[in-house]
């Protein structure tokens, strides 16, 4: 398997500035927030408002407002609404090449490498409870604000924070016995779905059947539909309708194609399903959904 081809193909930030935020961001629809993923990145997730379990990897882990969680490069992620109320989040996602010094040096070797390798495994729940977490909290707080503001040197600023944080979470996470301060996981379960997840990324807009899913990670319908269940919340099916319905957002915001275009370019062979799947998925129709994007679009085109 070449695990390079398995992440996530959003670029982010820029490779001179290898750091996005994302503000504010609502949940997706129905339960959930977050779409099972992963990318090289590490990432820090803030909560606003509401509460969510995270899965990261094999972990599940419930994070409250005003607590924040740390996701390490590789490694698994999604979220589900764990009550009725509504969540907002924020994510600043960035390389650890912004972390890594020019020349091998002992900040390198005690502390970048062995987060990168994970044999430093910090603390992947930020609560708040004790000083130094508040601290965190609080550094993030500024990055995503600095960010969005476009401070002056927000970005010395930005990797400041962040080896701040770092040495915060290092500080709190000593190496234990195993080299490791905390289980990984079943890494093979991890990889099987990476597999899984990348075949369905590229193969999304052509017909699927479930015993090909299957077939690649050499199981069984049954005990592919159950293992798909458990690592991701959703169906096999549920998740492919979810990844079309997105997939059909951006030719929505992006195109003039007609719906029925979209719903065949996404893999829909059925406008009648397409729409009814769009609905459950996002509230509303696919015409409806493009009409701001439409009149959007009017605007800038209009003579000054």
Not at 40 to 51: A, K, R, T
Not at 78 to 88: D, F, T
Not at 140 to 160: F, G, M, Q, W
Not at 247 to 270: P, R, S, W, Y
Request: negative net charge; proline residues 5%.
């Amino acid at each position: 398997m070449n695990r390079e081809t398995l992440r996530e193909n959003r670029v982010h930030g820029h490779p001179l500035y290898p750091v996005s935020i994302y503000p504010r961001v609502e949940q997706l629809n129905g339960q959930s927030i977050l779409d099972c993923h992963w990318h090289d990145e590490m990432e820090f997730i803030v909560l606003h408002q509401g509460s969510a379990v995270f899965q990261l990897d094999m972990t599940y882990v419930e994070v409250r407002e005003g607590e924040a969680l740390f996701v390490n490069s590789g490694e698994i992620h999604s979220g589900m609404l764990a009550s009725e109320e509504p969540c907002i989040f924020s994510a600043v996602v960035f390389s650890a090449d912004l972390l890594s010094s020019r020349d091998f040096d002992i900040i390198q070797e005690k502390y970048i490498d062995p987060l990168m390798k994970k044999s430093l495994m910090p603390r992947q729940h930020i609560t708040g409870n004790s000083g130094w977490e508040k601290d965190i909290l609080e550094a993030l707080h500024r990055i995503i604000c600095e960010n969005e503001a476009k401070v002056p040197a927000y970005e010395l600023s930005t990797k400041a924070h962040l080896l701040r944080i770092f040495a915060l979470l290092s500080a709190q996470a000593p190496l234990g016995e195993n080299g490791k301060s905390r289980p990984t996981g079943s890494h093979d379960k991890v990889e099987r779905l990476k597999t899984a997840l990348h075949y369905i990324h590229d193969h999304y807009a052509e017909p699927l059947k479930l015993k090909e899913l299957a077939g690649q990670i050499n199981m069984s319908e049954g005990h592919f539909c159950r293992f798909f269940k458990q690592m991701t919340q959703k169906s096999p099916v549920e998740y492919v309708n979810h990844y079309r319905v997105l997939k059909a957002c951006k030719l929505l915001e992006n195109t003039d194609k007609k719906i029925v275009e979209v719903a065949m370019d996404v893999g829909f062979d059925n406008l009648s399903y397409f729409i009814t799947v769009f609905k459950h998925h996002k509230g509303c129709t696919p015409s409806k959904y493009r009409k701001p994007f439409e009149e959007q679009a009017y605007v800038l085109t209009e003579p000054v």
